[in-house]
């Protein structure tokens, strides 16, 4: 059973910096691209970040994150960060992490096959 399971949200300051962490199991985890979401209340989940297989290492960002998140992953733990860095309120969401095989350079949920259930990051102002 593959699963994905996210750690590392909480309440921040604006201006400060949480890192998020996705550990995955049941899964050849150098095979998948992982992606990072985020859904804020009455808004639609959006794309934030993701790594492709290990080959490539390819990283893609939303322009809304660009420069002040850092998206990594370490193969031999099965594990995926996002450094997120000079949060903003707006960064405020439950942030979910993704796996979709092969080569993703893409924010479009339809490419990712496994989800996890999501961490809260809060941002006061």
């Known amino acids: 059973e593959v699963q994905l399971v996210e750690s590392g949200g909480g309440l921040v300051q604006a201006g400060g910096s949480l890192r998020l962490s996705c550990a995955a199991s049941?899964?050849?985890?150098?095979?998948?691209?992982i992606g990072w979401f985020r859904q804020a209340p009455g808004k639609e989940r959006e794309g934030v970040s993701c790594?492709?297989?290990?080959?490539?290492?390819?990283?893609y960002y939303a322009d809304s994150v660009k420069g002040r998140f850092t998206i990594s992953r370490d193969n031999a733990k099965n594990m995926v960060y996002l450094q997120m860095n000079s949060l903003k309120p707006e960064d405020a969401a439950v942030y979910y992490c993704?796996?979709?095989?092969?080569?993703?350079?893409?924010?479009?949920?339809?490419?990712?096959?496994?989800w996890g259930q999501g961490t809260q990051v809060t941002v006061s102002s």
């Open positions: 049941g899964l050849t985890f150098e095979d998948y691209s």
């Open positions: 790594i492709s297989t290990s080959t490539d290492d390819t990283t």
């Open positions: 993704a796996a979709g095989k092969g080569f993703i350079y893409s924010d479009y949920e339809g490419m990712y096959d496994y």
